[in-house]
């Protein structure tokens, strides 16, 4: 008997060629995809750049050196040229704080040393770390340079790497590697997140909200195609409905539980994680409300792509996770390659999560948010006109 | 079989010369018949022979490549046909997890049902199916019957004037098709012509004023049973004598061009086909005496819509 229920599931996996198609699919899919974000496969040669800007306060012989040797660094990638336009430091932090910097590196004067500030954007965990020590070392080496070409210059000494050698041999030397006195010459200033009580849980918060926005949508799309095969549709096609208003219905329906949905769960994330839903209500409704009306879109399209239910919950799966895993739901995509993360942008995920991120972590106004408004409003009514398309054949077959 | 006034010169329905191809495939090959007023309509056909698509054409769902269809003498257009026509599914088209109610008003707001009218409706469609008592249930809990009742009903809460169904009786027992036929009996009372697809030929025989019969997108038989069957099988009874013993050879009677055999060597039945019962049946029990046989059964068997319905679309299977 345990033979036979075997023998029998077996031969119907190999007579649905779709399931089967996908029990091997999703893993390899999904497998494939964590290994390009966390192997570099894809994005080969190019390693996250941190995006920073820098401003020179002191303008000396070294800090100059710092900051061409900050230039040649490959892990940075300037957004402004460097002194180019003569940033100041409220501008440097300004974009750091509208996102278009991950970090701003000012350097000062600190008791007449030369010593860095870096006004960081917690949200990228990693930045601060490695930003941190490139810019030690840079400044360390610059500063070494400068003095070994000094000491040359004086001729105090025939052979500046001896006193390179003498200078690492004193434990006080401010030149290697001594902890207290990087503390004093690097300095992480967090300019995002002070006074928030827990940042970073809102935006995981909405990269959760977003990913359950895509299966709620796709759910609900799936409500279609089983309409559609108890013939409960055809019935409806049958009355005064049309097939427009019956797909605007549910768009809306879907949107509504999908606002619902992610409201719901922002005041879980308000009343026990402290998350400022309150102080945010403005931006959060703007973005949940477009978010849920794309991804309600995109549910109803993958519905009327697909012939049955069962090719809809295999695409779904395979398309939302990805479009998580490449999107930031699962992974920040600071981590990713710039590749991928140039790839990221053609998810819902990445856009909805970059709008959160403005509404939560930069507090920016709501006006900041009229590219991701824009683009998932116009990916939602695109996805609604394609789905309208591809429904024709449900009234004409 | 109830009269039906075929004098009436507008139908409700009138198809003319429809045609449907899907691809390589005619699914309708010029098909025409009316739908008179108030008249049972038992449209007929083996699998594949077209029939889901000719309903299909006239609720709407799809349009036909050739021909029209009239609407109580006017063109057919799609948006006024919705008001019209019900149109009643093969599958339970319901939502299961609303209650009776729920399902009712549903459907009755989508046909363009609104407050008053739509209560009215609402009551009436609870007393019809007889589920007044269990208006507030899951429909989703219901048996077979009672949610083909339900079905029935969702498609006839706008009053339409033609109503199509699409085998209605499909599993459900014989007290509950005994019940949806009471219920459709009192529509079409009512003035509202039926058209209804079955595979059921005891139900188009009994419940039905005119069959349809269509068979490879053509209607190869249009008419009552009683002109179905002159058509094509002919009025002749089967008659079937079991004898006490086996026959040693054939029965022969009458002379010449007249003479007549019956049975076969060694069989212990004898069939024939008589004209009228009562006038051949005594004679040829009579002739089978005195040759020597006792009688120990007679059948007699009038043609039925089974016969016809194989007659005119053959034995062989169609899927």
Same mark, same amino acid.
């Given at each position: 008997?345990?033979?036979?229920?075997?023998?029998?599931?077996?031969?119907?996996?190999?007579h649905?060629?779709?399931?089967?198609?996908l029990?091997?699919?999703?893993?390899i899919?999904?497998?494939?995809?964590?290994?390009?974000?966390?192997?570099?496969?894809?994005?080969?040669?190019?390693?996250p750049?941190?995006?920073?800007v820098?401003v020179?306060?002191?303008?000396?012989?070294?800090?100059?050196?710092v900051?061409?040797?900050?230039?040649?660094?490959?892990?940075?990638?300037?957004?402004?040229?460097?002194?180019?336009?003569g940033?100041?430091r409220?501008?440097?932090?300004?974009?750091?704080?509208?996102?278009?910097?991950?970090?701003?590196?000012?350097?000062?004067?600190?008791?007449e040393?030369?010593?860095?500030?870096?006004?960081?954007?917690?949200?990228?965990?990693?930045?601060a770390?490695?930003?941190?020590?490139v810019?030690?070392?840079?400044i360390?080496?610059?500063?070494?340079e400068?003095q070994?070409?000094?000491? =040359?210059?004086?001729? !105090?000494?025939e %052979?500046?790497?001896?006193?390179?050698?003498? =200078?690492?041999?004193?434990?006080n030397?401010?030149?290697?590697g001594?902890?207290?006195s990087?503390?004093?010459?690097?300095q992480?200033? %967090?300019?995002?997140?002070?006074?928030?009580?827990?940042?970073?849980?809102?935006?995981y918060?909405?990269?959760?909200a977003?990913?359950f926005?895509l299966?709620?949508?796709?759910?609900?799309?799936?409500?279609?195609?089983e309409?559609?095969?108890?013939?409960?549709l055809?019935?409806?096609?049958?009355?005064q409905?049309?097939?427009?208003?019956?797909?605007l219905g549910?768009?809306?329906?879907?949107?509504?539980?999908?606002?619902? !949905?992610?409201?719901?769960?922002?005041?879980w994330?308000?009343?026990?994680?402290d998350?400022?839903?309150?102080?945010?209500?403005?931006?959060?409704?703007m973005?949940?409300?477009?978010?849920a009306?794309?991804?309600?879109?995109?549910?109803?399209?993958?519905?009327?792509?697909?012939?049955?239910?069962?090719?809809?919950?295999?695409?779904?799966?395979?398309?939302?996770?990805?479009?998580s895993?490449?999107?930031?739901?699962?992974?920040?995509?600071?981590?990713?390659?710039?590749?991928?993360?140039?790839?990221?942008l053609?998810?819902?995920?990445?856009?909805?999560?970059d709008?959160?991120?403005?509404?939560?972590?930069?507090?920016?106004p709501?006006?900041?948010?009229?590219?991701?408004?824009?683009?998932?409003?116009?990916?939602?009514?695109?996805?609604?006109?394609?789905?309208?398309?591809?429904?024709?054949?449900?009234e004409?077959? | 079989?109830?009269?039906?006034?075929?004098?009436r010169?507008?139908?409700a /329905?009138?198809i003319?010369?429809l045609r @449907?191809?899907?691809?390589?495939?005619h699914?309708? @090959?010029?098909?025409?018949?009316? #739908?008179?007023?108030?008249?049972?309509?038992?449209f007929?056909g083996?699998n594949?022979?077209? @029939?889901?698509?000719?309903?299909?054409?006239?609720?709407?769902?799809?349009?036909?490549?050739?021909?029209?269809i009239?609407l109580?003498g006017?063109?057919? @257009?799609s948006?006024?046909?919705?008001?019209q026509?019900?149109?009643?599914?093969?599958?339970?088209?319901?939502?299961?997890? #609303?209650?009776?109610?729920?399902?009712?008003?549903?459907?009755?707001?989508?046909?363009?049902l609104?407050?008053?009218? /739509?209560?009215?409706?609402?009551?009436w469609?609870?007393?019809?199916?007889?589920?007044?008592?269990?208006?507030?249930?899951l429909?989703?809990?219901?048996?077979?019957?009672?949610?083909r009742?339900?079905?029935l009903?969702?498609?006839?809460?706008?009053?339409?004037?033609?109503?199509?169904?699409?085998?209605?009786?499909?599993g459900?027992?014989?007290?509950? &098709?005994?019940?949806?036929?009471?219920? /459709?009996?009192?529509?079409?009372?009512?003035?509202?012509?039926? #058209?209804?697809?079955t595979?059921?030929?005891?139900e188009?025989?009994? &419940?039905s004023?005119?069959?349809?019969?269509?068979?490879?997108?053509?209607?190869?038989?249009?008419?009552?049973?009683?002109?179905?069957?002159?058509?094509?099988?002919?009025t002749?009874?089967?008659?079937?004598l &079991?004898?006490?013993?086996?026959?040693?050879?054939?029965?022969?009677?009458g002379?010449?061009?007249?003479?007549?055999s019956?049975?076969?060597?060694?069989?212990?039945?004898?069939s024939?086909?008589?004209?009228?019962?009562?006038?051949?049946l005594?004679?040829?029990?009579d002739?089978? &005496?005195?040759?020597?046989?006792?009688?120990?059964?007679?059948?007699?068997?009038?043609?039925?819509?089974?016969h016809v319905?194989l007659?005119?679309?053959?034995?062989?299977?169609?899927?």
């Amino acid at each position: 008997m345990i033979l036979n229920v075997l023998q029998i599931s077996c031969r119907r996996l190999l007579h649905n060629r779709v399931e089967l198609l996908l029990t091997f699919l999703v893993p390899i899919a999904f497998f494939s995809i964590f290994a390009i974000i966390f192997g570099g496969g894809l994005g080969r040669g190019t390693t996250p750049r941190i995006k920073v800007v820098a401003v020179d306060e002191i303008q000396s012989a070294v800090s100059s050196q710092v900051m061409s040797a900050l230039a040649e660094q490959e892990s940075l990638r300037f957004v402004r040229e460097m002194g180019a336009d003569g940033l100041k430091r409220d501008e440097a932090m300004e974009l750091v704080r509208s996102g278009s910097a991950t970090m701003a590196i000012i350097l000062r004067e600190d008791r007449e040393q030369l010593a860095a500030e870096l006004m960081a954007d917690a949200s990228d965990q990693v930045a601060a770390q490695v930003v941190s020590a490139v810019v030690n070392r840079s400044i360390m080496l610059s500063e070494a340079e400068y003095q070994v070409s000094q000491l =040359a210059g004086s001729e !105090q000494d025939e %052979d500046g790497n001896q006193l390179a050698d003498d =200078a690492a041999s004193d434990p006080n030397n401010e030149l290697f590697g001594i902890e207290e006195s990087l503390q004093r010459k690097v300095q992480i200033i %967090d300019v995002m997140g002070e006074g928030k009580a827990n940042p970073v849980v809102s935006m995981y918060a909405a990269g959760i909200a977003v990913m359950f926005l895509l299966f709620g949508a796709t759910g609900g799309g799936g409500a279609l195609l089983e309409e559609r095969e108890n013939q409960t549709l055809d019935r409806l096609l049958s009355t005064q409905m049309s097939m427009d208003q019956l797909l605007l219905g549910k768009w809306f329906y879907m949107s509504s539980i999908g606002v619902l !949905q992610v409201g719901v769960m922002f005041v879980w994330a308000q009343l026990v994680f402290d998350v400022d839903l309150i102080g945010h209500l403005d931006g959060f409704l703007m973005m949940t409300v477009v978010t849920a009306l794309a991804a309600s879109a995109f549910g109803l399209f993958l519905a009327t792509l697909c012939k049955s239910r069962g090719q809809l919950n295999g695409l779904s799966v395979i398309l939302i996770l990805t479009m998580s895993a490449l999107g930031g739901s699962m992974v920040p995509r600071y981590l990713m390659s710039e590749e991928l993360q140039q790839y990221g942008l053609w998810t819902f995920n990445a856009w909805a999560l970059d709008g959160y991120t403005k509404v939560f972590w930069r507090e920016l106004p709501v006006d900041a948010l009229a590219p991701q408004l824009g683009v998932l409003l116009m990916s939602g009514v695109v996805f609604l006109l394609a789905a309208r398309v591809l429904a024709v054949r449900w009234e004409t077959d | 079989m109830r009269s039906v006034n075929y004098a009436r010169p507008t139908p409700a /329905l009138a198809i003319h010369d429809l045609r @449907k191809s899907y691809g390589d495939l005619h699914a309708l @090959k010029g098909v025409t018949f009316g #739908l008179n007023r108030g008249e049972r309509l038992a449209f007929l056909g083996p699998n594949g022979a077209g @029939k889901t698509t000719l309903i299909r054409c006239l609720a709407g769902l799809t349009s036909a490549d050739h021909g029209e269809i009239f609407l109580a003498g006017q063109p057919f @257009k799609s948006s006024e046909a919705r008001q019209q026509i019900g149109f009643v599914p093969q599958e339970i088209a319901l939502y299961a997890d #609303l209650t009776t109610r729920q399902n009712l008003e549903a459907f009755g707001r989508f046909h363009g049902l609104r407050r008053r009218v /739509l209560r009215d409706r609402l009551a009436w469609a609870l007393r019809w199916t007889g589920l007044e008592d269990r208006a507030d249930d899951l429909v989703g809990a219901f048996s077979g019957g009672m949610q083909r009742r339900v079905n029935l009903a969702c498609g006839v809460m706008h009053e339409p004037r033609i109503l199509l169904l699409d085998e209605p009786t499909v599993g459900v027992d014989p007290q509950s &098709r005994q019940r949806i036929f009471m219920m /459709l009996d009192e529509l079409s009372a009512t003035g509202t012509s039926i #058209l209804l697809t079955t595979h059921h030929l005891d139900e188009a025989e009994e &419940r039905s004023d005119r069959i349809v019969i269509l068979d490879q997108g053509m209607v190869v038989a249009d008419g009552s049973l009683d002109e179905l069957v002159e058509q094509s099988v002919g009025t002749q009874r089967l008659v079937r004598l &079991r004898i006490d013993r086996p026959l040693s050879a054939p029965i022969r009677a009458g002379v010449a061009e007249h003479a007549a055999s019956f049975g076969a060597t060694g069989e212990e039945e004898i069939s024939t086909r008589i004209d009228d019962v009562s006038d051949h049946l005594p004679g040829l029990i009579d002739l089978v &005496r005195r040759r020597g046989y006792g009688i120990a059964d007679v059948q007699v068997e009038a043609p039925s819509l089974h016969h016809v319905f194989l007659h005119l679309t053959g034995y062989e299977l169609r899927d």
